[in-house]
T-cell receptor, first 116, second 111 residues
Framework: DAGVIQSPRHEVTEMGQEVTLRCKPISGHNSLFWYRQTMMRGLELLIYFNNNVPIDDSGMPEDRFSAKMPNASFSTLKIQPSEPRDSAVYFC??????????????FGAGSRLTVL | DAKTTQPTSMDCAEGRAANLPCNHSTISGNEYVYWYRQIHSQGPQYIIHGLKNNETNEMASLIITEDRKSSTLILPHATLRDTAVYYCIPNSGGGADGLTFGKGTHLIIQP
């Protein structure tokens, strides 16, 4: 099992540019999560999907951020236009949701975004 | 989800047991206690979880007090690779609706 795969691992872009981060969850998992980590705010949940459907996007900072999950094996997080304050490490995680009780999240290695 | 209190940082000598405390006095009856850790520049990693009983796996042991208001994660023989930030996370859905990470404890294993 290759785990949760994120790309790119590092992205440097200029303010105003569009940024697309990608995530491939573990095969068979039915829930996917996008997190953002900064020194100031720590790990924040941005949005999560169940069975490819967005369930809660209340953590998405503003309309510049959007996320999609067109199928069970792929998700994107897009920032358009990007701003320097979007610089952070973005993590994707997945789990097999089995209802009430214990679910274990598996995280990817993260995408480090720097907006100049 | 219940709020947690963890020490900001802790030191432990290599080879000794590392005991990381967590206070979660407002935990509700259906909330599990999860422990994750984050090694520098990596994604968070699941360690262990429990509801009422003590739990042990290949990575660690989890001791939960009888009133469930606090717990202790034990790494029995700490190695330098255990240096990381450790997060204690009470959660009723087990993360199915996402986990809320606090500031955690920065554990530093000293050679």
């Amino acid at each position: 099992d290759a785990g949760v795969i994120q790309s790119p691992r590092h992205e440097v872009t200029e303010m105003g540019q569009e940024v697309t981060l990608r995530c491939k969850p573990i095969s068979g998992h039915n829930s996917l999560f996008w997190y953002r980590q900064t020194m100031m705010r720590g790990l924040e949940l941005l949005i999560y999907f169940n069975n490819n459907v967005p369930i809660d996007d209340s953590g998405m900072p503003e309309d510049r951020f959007s996320a999609k999950m067109p199928n069970a094996s792929f998700s994107t997080l897009k920032i358009q236009p990007s701003e320097p304050r979007d610089s952070a490490v973005y993590f994707c995680a997945s789990t097999l949701r089995v209802g009430a009780g214990a679910n274990v999240l598996t995280f990817g290695a993260g995408s480090r975004l720097t907006v100049l | 989800d219940a709020k947690t209190t963890q020490p900001t940082s802790m030191d432990c000598a290599e080879g000794r047991a590392a005991n990381l405390p967590c206070n979660h006095s407002t935990i509700s009856g259906n909330e599990y206690v999860y422990w994750y850790r984050q090694i520098h520049s990596q994604g968070p990693q699941y360690i262990i979880h429990g509801l009422k009983n003590n739990e042990t796996n290949e990575m660690a042991s989890l001791i939960i007090t009888e009133d469930r208001k606090s717990s202790t994660l034990i790494l029995p023989h700490a190695t330098l690779r255990d240096t990381a930030v450790y997060y204690c996370i009470p959660n009723s859905g087990g993360g199915a609706d996402g986990l809320t990470f606090g500031k955690g404890t920065h554990l530093i294993i000293q050679p």
